[in-house]
């Protein structure tokens, strides 16, 4: 090997020490990034020369092969898969935190106290049919219950409108994200034909993943050219070499699966095919969904029963009984025609908001201490009415309220184990493909000594150059 050979040696040291440099600090750099992977330097040795019929072989330095990317794929299934059923979980905890602040009842009259208190008034005034003031409680008492009614009813809706709006905000993030992953996938593809590591692109990709199935439940897979390709479960493809699929909302009439009226469905494409609402079951989406279709939906319908089976109920004694004037046939609560709605749409009767003279406290007219139907509508208050005859109104209002603290436990207990296997999952990751500071700096120590012998060799070399160039002067 002549001296211009050891001088390309000592360079290809140099280079491959100043491209190690450059990878640790990259890693450094990228310490805190999320998604990123490290990134190690490969290098081979060249190919040696030989000389005099191959007995002497001389190294010709190295060379920088690849820069590879630290990574294991089943993990990040892993994550993907355990991501998305944490983020159905914390999002169901979000509506349903909100759900129990309704029917919290701590820190004033709820409808259970409220309707406690309408059936005693109704108790008093069959002590004293007679006394105006206790007419006059009873009228507001039922006021004050009506009004709780339509409270809850509105609180409901405005969680559901709470709902609707989370949903439009995460259907446009799928839209984002899978053009993110399509427009990435484009990108990697065009590196890799001219030959080079995509490695920081595919992180990006990995991260857009991550997010997307914590979205909704996605499966991805790589075709012959190593484009990500991307299947919506129940749907069918989502992401496709150059394509993406894009969705949209849109309001529309209740269905028979319990979504509300006038709240969203979610359409593939333009909203004017079939919705794929109920095909969106995991992920952030199916979690609202899911807690609006089917748990506030059931818990409305509780509440509208109760309404409708009360105001029923109390009609039906109060209309045969007779007022302080006489008058019979009246009606306490305006009369609902159907259960659904009644919570919203209960209300007192025209009578009733006129004057309390026409509530029906006697059997019997013109009989000042008559209190038969008074105590027989306070009476009702431990009357199974409810569920078939199984269940009073006290225990129905209270199975509503304990079935949703059952389900938020119920959640919570699901939430946690999943953040418990989260962690578990990313402590993997990060010993697999996380930046260890000191390790780095230990990398970066090692290049630095290496590029200083290469340029050592160099140097040498040049020296060497010099003394062979004086002996032929």
């Known amino acids: 090997m002549g001296m211009g050979g050891v001088l390309q040696v000592g ?41 005099e019929a191959g007995r002497i072989t001389i190294g010709q330095g190295a060379s920088v092969t690849r820069v590879d990317r630290i ?56 002590s004293e049919p007679e006394n105006l003031a206790l007419r006059e409680s009873v009228r507001e008492s039922a006021n004050s219950l009506v009004n709780d009614f339509r409270r809850l009813k509105t ?37 890799e ?20 199935g914590a979205l909704v439940d996605v499966t991805s897979y790589k075709d012959k050219d190593g484009s990500m390709m991307v299947d919506l479960r129940g749907l069918g493809p989502l992401i496709t070499n150059g394509d993406a699929e894009q969705f949209s909302v849109a309001r529309t009439p209740a269905n028979d699966s319990g979504k509300p009226h006038n709240s969203v469905d979610v359409y593939a494409g333009h909203a004017s095919g079939v919705p794929v609402t109920d095909r969106l079951t995991t992920g952030k989406l199916g979690a609202l969904l899911k807690t609006r279709d089917e748990t506030l939906s059931a818990m409305a319908n509780k509440m509208d029963i109760i309404a409708f089976e009360v105001s029923r109920a109390v009609n039906e004694i109060h209309r045969v009984g007779f007022t302080r004037d006489g ?17 919203e749409n209960i ?11 026409n509530i ?23 009357m199974r009415l409810l569920d078939g005859g199984k269940a009073t109104v006290d225990d129905f209002y209270n199975s509503i ?32 493909s996380g930046v260890s500071i000191d390790e780095e700096t230990t990398q970066l120590m090692q290049y630095q000594h290496a590029f200083d012998a290469s340029a050592r060799v160099v140097r040498v070399a040049d020296e060497l150059m010099k003394i062979v160039l004086d002996l032929k002067r």
């Open 11 to 51: 360079k290809s040291g140099m280079q491959a020490a100043r491209a190690g440099v450059s990878t640790a600090g990259h890693n450094i750099a990228n310490a805190n990034t999320e998604g990123y992977s490290r990134q190690r330097v490969q290098t081979t040795a060249e190919s040696p020369s030989a000389r």
């Open 71 to 126: 990574n294991n794929d089943y993990i990040d299934r892993q994550l993907r898969s355990t991501g998305r059923d944490l983020a159905f979980a914390e999002e169901r905890e979000v509506v349903l935190r909100q759900t129990e602040d309704i029917f919290n009842e701590m820190n004033g009259e709820g409808l259970n106290r409220l309707m406690s208190k309408f059936f005693n008034e109704f108790r008093k005034l069959s």
């Open 155 to 191: 609180q409901m809706n405005d969680v559901r409108s709470h709902i609707d709006s989370r949903i439009e905000g995460y259907v446009r993030e799928i839209n984002q994200l899978s053009g993110e992953v399509r427009d990435l996938n484009v990108k990697i593809r065009q590196v």
């Open 193 to 212: 034909i001219a030959g080079g590591s995509p490695n920081d692109l595919l992180d990006q990709r990995d991260v857009a993943l991550r997010k997307l």
């Open 327 to 343: 008058v019979t046939g009246v009606d306490f609560f305006k009369p609902l025609e159907k259960v659904e709605g009644a919570s």
């Open 347 to 357: 209300t007192l009767s025209d009578a009733l908001r006129m004057s309390s003279h």
């Open 360 to 382: 029906a406290a006697a059997a019997q007219p013109d009989s000042p201490g008559d209190n038969r139907v008074a105590l027989a509508i306070s009476g009702l208050q431990g």
């Open 401 to 432: 309220i304990s079935e949703v603290g059952v389900t938020a436990n119920q959640n919570k207990a699901t939430m946690n184990q999943n953040r418990d296997i989260m962690t578990q999952l990313s402590k993997m990751r990060e010993q697999v």
